[in-house]
């Protein structure tokens, strides 16, 4: 089991391009979390996510911003029209049931993006 | 809303010294606290939980509803205790964790 797989793991966006940050939960696990932390801050819930369904996005930005994870592949973070401020890293998380925490939650490497 | 506060960005310490990494939280209900770790270019992994009340690499963390506090603490540090430290807090009702901006601890030989 390779773990949470997170690619790209740095990324260089222009301002008004779009990011696609990937994230491949572990084996077997059906429930994904992205956080994001910004430069000298700590992580910030933005959405949970089982397959298909999303079923916390409070932490999302209401614009430009979403998230999907389909019945197949990975679960993807799009960032539409990227500005300097979406500079961070983005870590996922996935864990076999409903509660990261609950048991033991795994996380990815993170992808860092920069926006330039 | 909940909040997880760590007063300390940055804590360094001598190895054999005892280390304790202060986190505070606000929330109105019964929280469920965590502690997770980073070593210097890892992926961010669970180091222990206030249910379980185990000891993991020697550290412990006792939550004080009274305080509000569950501070980590270790009698004697090794410098493999070296990394970013983060406290984190869920929701009874909820899935998601609320992280604390984390302390950077470093053991000095």
């Known amino acids: 089991n390779a773990g949470v797989m997170q690619n790209p793991r740095h990324l260089v966006r222009r301002r008004g391009q779009e990011a696609r940050l990937r994230c491949s939960p572990m084996?077997?696990?059906?429930?994904v979390y992205w956080y994001r932390q910004l430069p000298e801050e700590g992580l910030k819930f933005m959405v949970y996510?089982?397959?298909?369904?999303?079923?916390?996005e409070s932490g999302m930005p209401k614009e430009r911003f979403s998230a999907e994870f389909p019945k197949e592949g990975p679960s993807i973070l799009r960032i539409q029209q990227v500005v300097r401020g979406d500079s961070a890293a983005y870590f996922c998380?996935?864990?076999?049931?409903?509660?990261?925490?609950?048991?033991?939650?795994?996380f990815g490497q993170g992808t860092r993006l920069t926006v330039v | 809303a909940q909040r997880v506060t760590q007063p300390e960005k940055l804590l360094s310490v001598f190895k054999g010294a005892p280390v304790e990494l202060k986190c505070n939280y606000s929330?109105?209900?019964?929280?469920?606290l965590f502690w997770y770790v980073q070593y210097s270019r890892q992926r961010l992994q669970l180091l222990l939980r206030?249910?379980s009340r185990e000891s993991i690499k020697g550290f412990t963390a006792d939550l004080n509803k009274g305080e509000t506090s569950f501070h980590l603490k270790k009698p004697f540090a090794q410098e493999e205790d070296s990394a970013m430290y983060y406290c984190?807090?869920?929701?009874?009702?909820?899935?998601?964790?609320?992280f604390g901006e984390g302390t950077q601890l470093t053991v000095n030989p």
């Open positions: 998380a996935s864990s076999p049931r409903d509660r990261v925490g609950d048991t033991e939650a795994f």
């Open positions: 084996k077997g696990h059906s429930h």
């Open positions: 996510l089982q397959k298909e369904n999303i079923i916390d």
């Open positions: 929330y109105s209900g019964s929280p469920e």
């Open positions: 206030h249910i």
């Open positions: 984190a807090l869920r929701e009874t009702s909820g899935s998601r964790l609320t």
